[in-house]
Nanobody
């Protein structure tokens, strides 16, 4: 139901934009988030956005570099990543909140690799 795309290999200082398209279920009334998991590490939250897009939150490590946004008409969430660093290398996942209040819906992940 959530399809993440846009990952790839980029040099340090470069930019990427990830997209997360929802199908089969609308997430227009629900918060969404981007998470990442680096090799050998636990999954961590990167950025969150509320249902309207007016409220966002970021991990300290990405503040000022990443921007989360959404287009409810397209049922899509984005993560604009600028000034990428090698430590941003990870598999990035998008997730959607369910009626439980938890992130019940997950995309398949997209690999982001930042070379130094």
């Amino acid at each position: 139901q959530l399809q993440a795309s846009g990952g790839g290999l980029v040099q340090a200082g470069g930019s990427l934009t990830l997209s997360c398209a929802a199908s089969g279920r609308t997430f227009r009334g629900y918060g969404m988030g981007w998470f990442r998991q680096a090799a050998g590490k636990e999954r961590e939250v990167v950025a969150t956005i509320n249902w309207s897009g007016r409220s966002t939150g970021y991990a300290d490590s990405v503040k000022g570099r990443f921007t989360i946004s959404r287009d409810n008409a397209k049922n899509t969430v984005y993560l604009q990543m600028n000034n990428l660093k090698p430590e941003d290398t990870a598999v990035y996942y998008c997730a959607g909140l369910g009626d439980s209040g938890r992130y019940d819906y997950w995309g398949q992940g997209t690999q982001v690799t930042v070379s130094s």
